[in-house]
């Protein structure tokens, strides 16, 4: 068992993108990124079987598709395929979790 504040183990890089692997395991992957407003994870897929999810826990932003966006703010949560396309783009400061099983 392990116990990790989030808040003192990733900070924020005004440069881009701070990304923190939480944790690791044959059976999922968690991983916690920081963006500060204007930055974003650009629309991607993986070529590998599995689900993600994305969880806001601080800020506001918007889930990218292919197609189209959808508004991301605290206790929202994007379920989907790995391989569909998927991002994310902050409008405010955005602290966001990703679980990612099975981890690749």
């Given at each position: 068992?392990?116990?990790?504040?989030?808040?003192?183990?990733?900070?924020?890089?005004?440069?881009?993108?701070?990304?923190?692997?939480?944790?690791?395991?044959?059976?999922?992957?968690?991983?916690?990124?920081?963006?500060?407003?204007?930055?974003?994870?650009?629309?991607?897929?993986?070529?590998?079987?599995?689900?993600?999810?994305?969880?806001?826990?601080?800020?506001e932003?918007?889930?990218?598709?292919?197609?189209?966006?959808?508004?991301?703010?605290?206790?929202?949560?994007l379920?989907?395929?790995?391989?569909?396309?998927?991002?994310?783009?902050?409008?405010t400061?955005?602290?966001?979790?990703?679980t990612?099983?099975?981890?690749?």
């Amino acid at each position: 068992m392990k116990k990790i504040n989030l808040y003192e183990a990733n900070g924020f890089n005004d440069l881009g993108l701070s990304k923190f692997l939480v944790h690791d395991s044959p059976y999922f992957k968690i991983l916690s990124f920081n963006f500060r407003a204007g930055q974003q994870l650009p629309i991607h897929s993986h070529d590998s079987e599995g689900q993600l999810s994305i969880l806001i826990i601080e800020g506001e932003g918007e889930f990218l598709a292919q197609d189209k966006t959808m508004p991301a703010k605290v206790g929202d949560i994007l379920v989907c395929e790995i391989s569909v396309p998927h991002g994310i783009r902050a409008t405010t400061d955005m602290r966001v979790m990703v679980t990612i099983a099975p981890p690749f």
